[in-house]
């Protein structure tokens, strides 16, 4: 337990943040749990999780209607919603913890832009392609084209950065901007393209939205978010090391590049599979670790699996407001995001200007 001076000069006791985090991840998982649960239960149709469990108990047959509703589009759409949530929040503390600035996001890399890009491709040149690869792909097109643009994106920026085994931050950093640009001024030309259903169809998937979600979908993201996810929680000490800079870093044991390439690596693999099954959704990477700074510190061991639950919670939460506003239609996510985010990101701003004298 550390002690802090109060202003009359009398020790108080300061609470160890270590007890902190664990009160705040016992918090989260049950805040996880809540909106898992509300989410299941909340759309246009009466269908719920209550519904559903007491014709469990009871013994009576689901009806066809609430079957579809429940196991077909809501738990698909939670599922998504959790991984994509998850994916995007570990991705913003990893690019922040990297490059060693609270104003990191995932899309600094270039990894969002190169998937829409893929994305918009497909929308719009899907139709030339041969018959056969339509069919195999089936209504997946989109989503392995944003996928790939993602990882072609990721793997020039990789290239770029890269000389005589060593990854430059700040070169990284740099030629994401230019990757990023280059990106929006092809999908621009792609853009001028369009027909009208396909400005329409590009308008609401940049807006990011889980309304497509699917079991393939789901199964298809899953595995390359889960692993992503996974091989973050074994670079904490490594961030933890980045934060007082690279040759501290390497001076305490760290393998400052092979770290380096596990974290773009892991970023490019979640952002890439979250930008591909549910589009453009901006400010969970940014305001999700600031939130957290706040209250459990910056010990990314704590950081990265908070992140992953707080992130997963709020894009539900998102979802629900999305489906609820203008029902029985829906608001793009993405609005919904901006609308949270925004005043959030600028009261955390303002906090640090206060604290801080920037």
């Given at each position: 337990?550390?002690?802090?001076?109060?202003?009359?000069?009398?020790?108080?006791?300061?609470?160890?943040?270590?007890?902190?985090?664990?009160?705040?991840?016992?918090?989260?998982?049950?805040?996880?749990?809540?909106?898992?649960?509300?989410?299941?239960?909340?759309?246009?149709?009466?269908?719920?999780?209550?519904?559903?469990?007491?014709d469990?108990?009871?013994?009576?047959?689901?009806?066809?209607?609430?079957?579809?509703?429940?196991?077909?589009?809501?738990l698909?759409?939670?599922?998504?919603?959790?991984?994509?949530?998850?994916?995007?929040?570990?991705?913003?503390?990893?690019?922040?913890?990297?490059?060693?600035?609270?104003?990191?996001?995932?899309?600094i890399?270039?990894?969002?832009?190169?998937a829409?890009?893929?994305?918009?491709?497909?929308?719009?040149?899907?139709?030339?392609?041969?018959?056969?690869?339509?069919?195999?792909?089936?209504?997946?097109?989109?989503?392995?084209?944003a996928?790939?643009?993602?990882?072609?994106?990721?793997?020039?920026?990789?290239?770029?950065?890269?000389?005589?085994?060593?990854?430059?931050?700040?070169?990284?950093?740099?030629?994401?901007?230019?990757?990023?640009?280059?990106?929006?001024?092809?999908?621009?030309?792609?853009?001028?393209?369009?027909d009208?259903?396909?400005?329409?169809?590009?308008?609401?998937?940049g807006?990011?939205s889980?309304?497509g979600?699917?079991?393939?979908?789901?199964?298809?993201?899953?595995?390359?978010?889960?692993?992503?996810?996974?091989?973050t929680?074994?670079?904490?000490?490594?961030?933890?090391?980045?934060a007082?800079?690279?040759?501290?870093?390497?001076?305490?044991?760290?393998?400052?590049?092979?770290?380096?390439?596990?974290?773009?690596?892991?970023?490019?693999?979640?952002?890439?599979?979250?930008v591909?099954?549910?589009?453009?959704?901006?400010?969970?990477?940014?305001?999700?670790?600031?939130?957290?700074?706040?209250?459990?510190?910056?010990?990314?061991?704590?950081?990265?699996?908070?992140?992953?639950?707080?992130?997963?919670?709020?894009l539900?939460?998102?979802?629900?407001?999305?489906?609820i506003?203008?029902?029985?239609?829906?608001?793009?996510?993405?609005?919904?995001?901006?609308?949270?985010?925004?005043?959030v990101f600028?009261?955390?701003?303002?906090?640090?200007?206060?604290t801080?004298?920037?």
């Amino acid at each position: 337990m550390t002690l802090a001076l109060d202003h009359l000069g009398a020790e108080t006791p300061k609470p160890d943040r270590r007890v902190t985090a664990r009160r705040v991840t016992l918090t989260l998982l049950v805040l996880l749990g809540l909106t898992s649960g509300a989410s299941v239960s909340v759309g246009a149709s009466d269908a719920s999780l209550n519904t559903a469990v007491i014709d469990l108990i009871t013994g009576r047959s689901m009806s066809d209607l609430n079957r579809i509703v429940l196991w077909d589009i809501r738990l698909p759409r939670l599922s998504m919603g959790i991984l994509v949530g998850a994916a995007l929040a570990v991705s913003g503390v990893v690019m922040q913890g990297l490059f060693r600035n609270p104003l990191a996001d995932p899309g600094i890399v270039g990894v969002s832009a190169g998937a829409g890009l893929g994305a918009i491709s497909a929308i719009i040149l899907g139709g030339y392609l041969p018959t056969s690869i339509m069919a195999w792909t089936g209504n997946g097109l989109v989503a392995i084209a944003a996928f790939l643009g993602g990882w072609v994106s990721v793997l020039i920026l990789y290239r770029v950065s890269t000389r005589l085994g060593q990854t430059s931050v700040a070169t990284m950093l740099l030629a994401g901007i230019a990757l990023g640009a280059l990106s929006g001024a092809a999908s621009g030309v792609l853009v001028y393209m369009a027909d009208d259903q396909q400005l329409r169809d590009l308008t609401f998937w940049g807006m990011g939205s889980l309304a497509g979600a699917t079991w393939g979908k789901v199964a298809s993201a899953a595995p390359i978010i889960l692993i992503a996810l996974a091989s973050t929680q074994f670079l904490a000490r490594a961030l933890n090391g980045l934060a007082m800079g690279e040759a501290v870093a390497h001076h305490m044991g760290i393998p400052v590049q092979r770290s380096k390439n596990v974290a773009i690596l892991a970023v490019a693999g979640a952002t890439g599979a979250a930008v591909a099954v549910s589009g453009g959704i901006g400010f969970i990477g940014i305001v999700v670790p600031h939130l957290l700074r706040l209250t459990t510190g910056p010990d990314h061991h704590r950081l990265l699996m908070n992140s992953a639950l707080l992130g997963a919670s709020l894009l539900l939460c998102a979802d629900m407001i999305s489906r609820i506003v203008v029902t029985p239609a829906e608001l793009p996510i993405g609005i919904v995001t901006a609308i949270l985010g925004a005043p959030v990101f600028l009261w955390i701003l303002l906090r640090r200007h206060g604290t801080m004298g920037m």
